[in-house]
């Protein structure tokens, strides 16, 4: 980190400090407007159409379909040319915007520690032949259609998530996965990113619980908690079913002659749940699904594999290690009616136990979060050509969103903004939609560091009746460093 960005990220942060302290809505808009200067600092090029942009997605008045009607919105002061030139050619300094969002004020727990999400979330381009860098993602159907592979943009996305009846968030990070980029080492290089910038943001400090970073089953938490060891986290992640896991290797005679082996013992399998006679916690818990019961085993291990999994990375010469952690299996009723989680805690405390499996089923408030994003906000509504662009209009919508979490306590305060049909409640039980709808009167408290726009003529365009000489060239999907398959013993024989 230079000097120059390390000065910014202290003021910034001081200023967020100040309103941790006072709490009140005062205070809020003191950090949301120094959180809208350090924005528009953050867009080096176009800043002003960019940051006008933002402006427009949170005081539209309904959802967001496309760009074009949002030169419409009062607070964007520019035509429409502008508003596509600022996305296709604006600059933004995403160094420095990972930096002033880290110094957000998280959510709080109880127990102050720190508790993240990251999950892929999809910007499906299936009929954009000329968008480079797109790939095959997995999307839910319906009917007889229950997962389908469509085109597009796979982002990996970093929240914190937050306590409570709400599913309010703070979006920290978000990376475009590539045909060329390996998932599992992709997101770890992400939350080493994410945990590093929070601990430089004084977010974390030593003596406080480790940071707790949950994931569904799509990833493999062995090898993430592998890659971030040298961290103060702890991966809690569900486990596909069909897993079996091993518990510690005895200690070895040495009169036995050999290698000692690495997986012994009474596998407790996923499928069945044999093996569950050497569990080391057992109890009974009240989910918000039920009643559930809690059974976690000590010190268990998978047995790892190089071929077509997450650990084909891992260096040839280098043996696969053996990483244990608490095996926690959660039986009830609705959706958890069987749920298993694997956490790089060796010896969870019952107490651990339930703090991991209460976070894990916070996880899904990301989901929520990604419905407003693409419903409300409109972050996959633009027909982007580009990557480049896609990732400026990303995270001008996370800002967008961290701008509504800011708001809260201003917008709760603000009179005349409740319908009469809407209950009053305090600013810790606002929607995003309540605060959507405020935020136009929080924006006038704050200010805008825009500039007006000058008077200027419009380019003029193409000629008309011409024809498009130049186009595009189609672009591949798919990726392009695909694992070796697990070849068999009559092919490796031939």
């Given at each position: 980190m230079t000097q120059a960005r390390r000065a910014v990220a202290v003021s910034f942060i001081m200023a967020w400090n100040e309103a941790d302290g006072g709490g009140s809505a005062r205070a809020a808009e003191r950090a949301l407007a120094a959180f809208r200067r350090e924005l528009h600092a953050c867009f080096t090029a176009r800043a002003d159409a960019l940051f006008e942009l933002c402006d427009a997605v949170l005081c539209a008045a309904g959802p967001v379909r496309d760009l074009a009607r949002l030169s419409l919105i009062p607070e964007f002061r520019r035509g429409h040319g502008a508003l596509y030139d600022a996305v296709s050619a604006g600059r933004t300094d995403f160094a420095r915007l990972r930096l002033a969002v880290a110094g957000l004020a998280?959510?709080?727990?109880?127990?102050?520690?720190?508790?993240?999400?990251?999950?892929?979330?999809?910007?499906?381009?299936?009929?954009?032949?000329?968008?480079?860098?797109?790939?095959?993602?997995?999307?839910?159907g319906r009917g007889r259609n229950p997962g389908q592979r469509i085109p597009g943009w796979p982002y990996s996305v970093v929240s914190a998530l937050g306590p409570g009846p709400s599913s309010w968030g703070v979006l920290l990070d978000a990376v475009r996965i590539g045909p060329d980029d390996d998932e599992t080492d992709l997101t770890a290089a992400q939350l080493r990113g994410v945990v590093r910038r929070l601990i430089a943001a004084g977010r974390w400090r030593p003596g406080d619980p480790d940071v707790l970073i949950v994931m569904d089953a799509g990833y493999d938490p062995v090898r993430v908690s592998w890659l971030l060891q040298d961290l103060p986290v702890v991966v809690c992640g569900r486990l596909r079913a069909g897993r079996a896991l091993y518990p510690p290797a005895p200690p070895r005679d040495p009169s036995v002659p050999g290698r000692p082996p690495k997986h012994t013992g009474t596998p407790v399998k996923c499928t069945d749940a044999t093996g569950s006679d050497g569990a080391a916690v057992r109890a009974q818990a009240a989910a918000s699904c039920g009643p559930a019961a809690v059974t976690a085993w000590h010190r268990m291990h998978p047995k790892l594999i190089r071929c077509r999994s997450a650990w084909s990375a891992h260096p040839p010469d280098q043996e696969l290690p053996v990483v244990e952690g608490t095996l926690i299996r959660l039986a009830g009723h609705g959706k958890i009616k069987r749920m298993w989680l694997w956490a790089s805690e060796p010896a969870a405390s019952p107490a651990q136990v339930t703090r991991l499996w209460q976070a894990y089923l916070r996880r899904f408030d990301i989901e929520h979060c990604f419905r407003f994003l693409k419903q409300q906000l409109g972050w996959t509504a633009p027909l982007i050509r580009g990557p480049e662009a896609a990732d400026r209009w990303t995270w001008l919508v996370i800002a967008a969103w961290n701008q509504?979490?800011?708001?809260?306590?201003?917008?709760?305060?603000?009179?005349?903004?409740r319908l009469p049909w809407q209950p009053d409640v305090p600013a810790a039980t606002m929607t995003p939609g309540r605060v959507r709808a405020a935020f136009r009167c929080a924006r006038e408290t704050a200010g805008t560091p825009a500039s007006p726009p000058k008077p200027a003529r419009p380019g003029p365009g193409r000629p008309k009746g011409s024809k498009n000489t130049r186009k595009a060239p189609r672009q591949p999907v798919g990726k392009r460093n695909l694992k070796q398959p697990k070849q068999t013993p009559k092919a490796a024989a031939g």
């Open positions: 998280l959510p709080a727990w109880r127990d102050g520690g720190i508790r993240l999400a990251v999950d892929v979330s999809a910007w499906l381009r299936p009929e954009a032949a000329a968008s480079p860098g797109r790939m095959f993602c997995h999307v839910h509504l979490w800011l708001a809260r306590p201003g917008a709760a305060a603000l009179p005349g903004v």
